[in-house]
């Protein structure tokens, strides 16, 4: 007798296909921020390590020369106590002196391979208003140094015509004036980074604690104005004073009205629309365009910043306007004349 026998293979219906895909969807939808969060937070460490090693490399460059690195200074440095170009001489250092500070400190970050890349020796001469530089600035800002990249931000990549990298940190002036940054009030009298040339201080000398007083942040800069913000479209090493270098989280007004420049949100950033910059408007009433001196950062609800003490902390962006004044001030005095 014959059987018949059929072969039944099990399978899946359509629908628990359906089902399984929407309880992967889910699934993934669920863990998604979690993974995003867990990045951001390891980015944020980074960023933070970054601002440590720089905190330290400032105070061993005080161990070594006995005052805090300057932050720059444009034209031809002062010879002898003469002037050879005025303070405010556009638009970078004529000369090794006038480098950034984030180039000064770049022996104790173990990159002295790159500091040699520029040597004084090759300065111009001491022509007054010469547009004469040093020829190895441009050798210097070819290098890409990480530690001075925020990963939450971007990678290290070369911009502009000439393929140099630029910083996302950036140092303490204190108080912007009224006036152009060049010009008196704006040259770094209230903060620990001082034009070059015109002052410079100690760790010791801060008033208001080191504690209690920014030393680095990071600067504010709009996702889509990379190397086009006015602080982001120079070279790192020698941008001269000037927002690539140095921010303010204090300013006053025209009408002598001392308040705080709160950090803000990169996607808040001043930044072109429709070929016209979009301005911020600061709690003082001041405008400010595509050159500006807010610090800021892409990370989620504030900004790292290292303290004068080495520290790292991280400021919310809802951060009080009067307290963030006060923690970008070196207090009453705290500064000497170069001599």
Known sequence: MW???FDRRGGFSLIEVLVV?????????????????AREAA?????????KQIGLACHH????????????????HRVQGEEIDPFDWCCRARTHKGF?????????????????????QEDPPPIPDRATFNPGENRVAQQAIAVYYCPSRRSPIPLGSGLFYRSD???????????????PGSRGEKGPFKMTDFETTRLELIKDGTSNTILVGEKALHPFEHGN????????????????????????????LAYGLPPIPDSSAPHRVDGSWRVVTDLGGRRWGQWHPFFGSSHPGGVNFCMADGSVRHVAFTVDAEVFRRLSLTGSGGHFQVP
């Open 3 to 5: 059987v018949r026998v």
């Open 21 to 37: 895909i929407a309880v992967v969807g889910i699934l993934v939808a669920l863990l998604l921020p979690a993974i995003q969060a």
């Open 43 to 51: 980015r944020r460490a980074q960023c933070s390590n970054n601002l």
């Open 61 to 76: 460059f005080q161990d070594v020369y006995g005052q805090l690195p300057n932050g720059a200074r444009d034209g031809y």
């Open 100 to 120: 950034s500070w984030l180039y000064f400190i770049l022996p104790f970050l173990e990159a002295k391979a790159v500091y040699e890349l520029a040597t004084p």
């Open 169 to 183: 940190y950036v140092g303490n002036a204190g108080e912007r004036g009224t006036a152009r940054i060049r010009d």
């Open 229 to 256: 913000d006015g602080g982001d479209n120079e070279r790192w090493n020698n941008a001269g004073w000037d927002e690539d270098v140095v921010r303010f989280g204090a300013a006053v007004n025209s009408s002598g």
